[in-house]
């Protein structure tokens, strides 16, 4: 048995949950199931994070106090991770006794050691974000991380030496490749780290927010709200720095999961903070993407934002699951579209899975008695679904286990779509009405048998459903068991037709629809586009061109941008002794796996330019503008440095 330990991050309360909040936790949930279902020691912990100043103003808003804010704002977490089906074994609230207490003790051990110090500190800084930023860290004048507004501010606070830690992170990076996940997320954060690392900022004077967790050492201040709430990740594992109080037995975790909007806070902030501590960060930090809502962000002030409640009434609450870790690659971001929504539940749910198992199951309830037939002797096609639903078995496990559940679905759903295919091919309705009862049983047992194998491995995704569709097969349970085999039901247990474990979506919902409405009435109205006039594109001469040089470059290496997700940092031999670097806006196209070996065509005499804080000395050529299509190809044979004509 393996220990197992998930989190999620801590949920701000100063508004109520939104999809966003929900994939996380979703996600969470199908890998502390999955292990769960394969024996595994599993904890999983989430909650709320509910000090800081937006959780203040909110309260004041709302004419309460910060507590009593918190304690009405935690329900409707509560509440929806209960109606979601989310199994977490822990749910930890920063203003509880167990945390807080165990939040001053650590700020009495890092100042006393040294770790935590007072100074003078003045610069720019964000409400939104509630942090400092220095003048090159803004864009437009504005909080980076927000895009809102920011004032100078000047005061006496209490730093971590986070700088200590730098270099130890770096190295530990280097040591522990899957540490940061996916591989454009260690990218981000290596170019984080290739700028000094200062110390960080861990007070605020309660002149100007009197609501957080005191400093025990000072009482005019209180802590800031990323010292304090990432600590939450042990102190609900019963961590004390007073080593005959710590009760610690499950650090570190297996996956911490967080949207990407937080990566620089854990995987800098709360790396150092555990050094400091001598403890190891967790064995990876999985940064997922964001959603936007019918193609635009989603956002209040336009009245799109999701709430998961309105799915779950709309659709139920397993469809919802499996459409939000089905429908993008976990670690990219992706659209929720409601037309999208019923596409993926028709094809996937009700036309694949849903379907092999009803037609199976009244085939069999109409030739061979309603119950589970025998298997007959294997033909060479039942031997190749046999070893297909072997491999699929191997790929999903290690799909789900990366936590890429997309293609750990896909890959399931080619058994399934292979048992549908299997069923056409053997015609199970001319062996009955050939009279061929054997090879009828055999075939429909196999059929059968990919329905339960598709039971059990969506049962962390789908376990209603799983367990609908198991008791329909004569099964009493999930069991983790027989799953690489087509031999795993038994043998004359009764079957339960019922009806479709997926009823075809014809429409989508009322409520659905009402609510797409209101969200565009509510939106402001755009301002009309003015015609742009087409510009006239003035022809060159022969001299003009003759200027261009370009060349043939093979890549030699390919990373992602540490600041625009849009951009690639290529190192591209061009036939000079000295490799040369080109960032180019083709990440929308290309991995930096499919660009390693590509040959591709150079602008080689273009001045260098810095684009978003990288140097580029030089262009690819592509097709397609801002949208890349493809980039230009050359004939084979060409070498780096060979011009192009």
């Known amino acids: 048995m393996s220990r197992f330990y998930v989190t999620t991050p801590l949920y701000y309360v100063n508004d109520k949950p939104h999809i966003g909040h929900a994939y996380t936790t979703i996600a969470a949930?199908?890998?502390?199931?999955?292990?769960?279902?394969?024996?595994?020691?599993?904890?999983?912990?989430?909650?709320?994070?509910?000090?800081?100043?937006?959780?203040?103003?909110?309260?004041?808003?709302?004419?309460?106090?910060?507590?009593?804010?918190?304690?009405?704002?935690?329900?409707?977490?509560?509440?929806?991770?209960?109606?979601?089906?989310?199994?977490?074994?822990?749910?930890?609230?920063?203003?509880?006794?167990?945390?807080?207490?165990?939040?001053?003790?650590?700020?009495?051990?890092?100042?006393?050691?040294?770790?935590?110090?007072?100074?003078?500190?003045?610069?720019w800084y964000s409400t939104s974000a509630e942090r400092f930023w220095t003048e090159k860290d803004l864009v437009d004048g504005k909080c980076p991380d927000t895009g809102q507004p920011v004032h100078w501010l000047k005061e006496r606070n209490y730093f971590f030496k986070m700088g200590k830690y730098a270099d130890q992170l770096r190295q530990w990076i280097v040591d522990h490749p899957d540490f940061l996940r996916p591989d454009s997320r260690r990218a981000e954060i290596e170019g984080y780290l290739r700028k000094d690392v200062g110390d960080l900022c861990i007070s605020r004077p309660k002149t100007r927010l009197p609501w957080g967790i005191a400093m025990p050492f000072d009482a005019e201040y209180v802590t800031y709200v990323w010292f304090d709430a990432l600590l939450n990740y042990i102190t609900a594992a019963g961590y004390h720095p007073d080593p005959a109080k710590n009760t610690m037995d499950r650090w570190p975790a297996t996956y911490q999961i967080i949207g990407k909007d937080i990566l620089a806070t854990?995987?800098?902030?709360?790396?150092?903070?555990?050094?400091?501590?001598?403890?190891?960060?967790?064995?990876?930090?999985?940064?997922?993407?964001?959603?936007?809502?019918e193609g635009q962000k989603m956002s209040k002030s336009l009245g799109n934002v999701v709430d998961p409640n309105l799915l779950i009434d709309a659709y139920g609450r397993e469809p919802v699951r499996y459409f939000l870790l089905k429908q993008i690659p976990f670690g990219g971001d992706g659209n929720f579209a409601h037309d999208d929504f019923m596409g993926r539940f028709n094809a996937d749910l009700a036309n694949d899975y849903g379907n092999l198992g009803h037609r199976s199951l009244s085939m069999i309830g109409k030739w061979c008695g309603g119950v589970v037939p025998a298997l007959d002797e294997p033909t060479e096609r039942d031997n190749a679904l046999t070893a297909l639903a072997q491999r699929t078995l191997a790929e999903y496990t290690e799909q789900l286990e990366a936590l890429q559940f997309s293609v750990a679905f896909e890959t399931l759903w080619g058994l399934v779509r292979a048992g549908n295919k299997y069923v056409d091919s053997e015609e199970p309705w001319r062996l009955n009405r050939e009279g061929n009862t054997a090879r009828l049983g055999g075939v429909m047992r196999r059929a059968l048998e990919i329905c339960r194998i598709a039971a059990v491995l969506t049962s962390p995704i789908m376990p209603e459903k799983s367990v609908e569709m198991l008791e329909k097969l004569g099964l009493p349970e999930i069991r983790f068991a027989n799953l690489d085999s087509l031999d795993g039901l038994i043998a004359g247990a009764t079957l339960t037709l019922g009806e479709p474990?997926?009823?075809?979506?014809?429409?989508?919902?009322?409520?659905?629809?009402?609510?797409?409405?209101?969200?565009?009435?509510?939106?402001?109205?755009?301002?009309?586009k003015k015609k742009k006039k087409k510009k006239v594109v003035e022809p060159?001469?022969?001299?003009?061109?003759?200027?261009?040089?370009?060349?043939?470059?093979?890549?030699?290496?390919?990373?992602?941008?540490?600041?625009?997700?849009?951009?690639?940092?290529?190192?591209?031999?061009?036939?000079?002794?000295?490799?040369?670097q080109i960032v180019a806006g083709i990440a929308s196209r290309y991995t930096t796996e499919d660009l390693v070996g590509k040959t591709v065509i150079v602008v080689a005499n273009l001045k260098p330019a810095e684009l978003r804080g990288v140097m580029s000395e030089g262009m690819l050529l592509a097709a397609g503008g801002r949208e890349v299509v493809g980039l230009a190809s050359i004939p084979e044979g060409a070498t780096p440095g060979m011009t192009v004509r």
């Open 540 to 580: 060159i001469d022969i001299a003009d061109f003759a200027k261009i040089q370009l060349k043939v470059g093979l890549v030699v290496s390919a990373e992602a941008h540490p600041d625009a997700e849009r951009l690639l940092v290529l190192k591209v031999n061009i036939g000079e002794p000295k490799l040369r």
């Open 266 to 293: 854990h995987a800098v902030y709360w790396s150092t903070m555990l050094f400091a501590l001598g403890l190891p960060p967790a064995q990876c930090l999985y940064a997922h993407g964001w959603w936007t809502v």
């Open 501 to 528: 474990l997926f009823p075809r979506m014809q429409k989508l919902p009322d409520s659905i629809l009402a609510a797409r409405k209101a969200a565009e009435d509510a939106a402001p109205a755009k301002p009309k």
């Open 29 to 123: 949930d199908v890998i502390a199931r999955w292990h769960r279902l394969k024996g595994d020691d599993v904890h999983f912990l989430t909650g709320t994070d509910e000090h800081g100043q937006k959780v203040y103003e909110a309260a004041e808003k709302r004419g309460m106090t910060p507590k009593q804010h918190a304690d009405d704002m935690v329900q409707p977490f509560q509440n929806l991770w209960e109606r979601l089906g989310i199994t977490n074994d822990d749910f930890i609230r920063t203003t509880e006794e167990r945390h807080t207490t165990v939040v001053q003790a650590v700020l009495v051990m890092l100042y006393e050691r040294g770790d935590i110090y007072a100074a003078d500190y003045e610069g």
